[in-house]
């Protein structure tokens, strides 16, 4: 079986709270429990699921632990340090304009009647 990150099962980052926990383990819960789940009835979707199921409820074996989260926080820790690679920074390099101008998203409350 392969390794798999029980935070990224989990879909959480390693500072979650032990409540932010639980609420993505329940909701990762129903989305591959086979009684909740929508999706096609063939074994090898059922199959997936199943394992995917078992996943998610092996990662929350080990970070619903208070004791085992910090042993498996300590572990990875000292395992990315060791085996860590410096990443070498690409610099983005703009070639000419872009064909779409996009800029952020900014609400504008509504101007009350009579006023300029």
Known sequence: ME???PYAVLRLDSRASAAEISRAYRAQ???????TRAGPDNEEHDLQERLQLQAVMDAYA???NAAARSAY???HQESTHRTSV???RRHAVR???????AGPLVWVPPRKRGAP
């Open 3 to 5: 390794f798999r990150d």
């Open 95 to 101: 070639v000419g304009k872009p064909d779409v101008v």
């Open 73 to 75: 926080d300590r572990e």
């Open 29 to 35: 819960l129903r989305m591959h429990h086979p009684d």
């Open 86 to 88: 410096p990443v070498r």
């Open 62 to 64: 080990v970070l619903g």
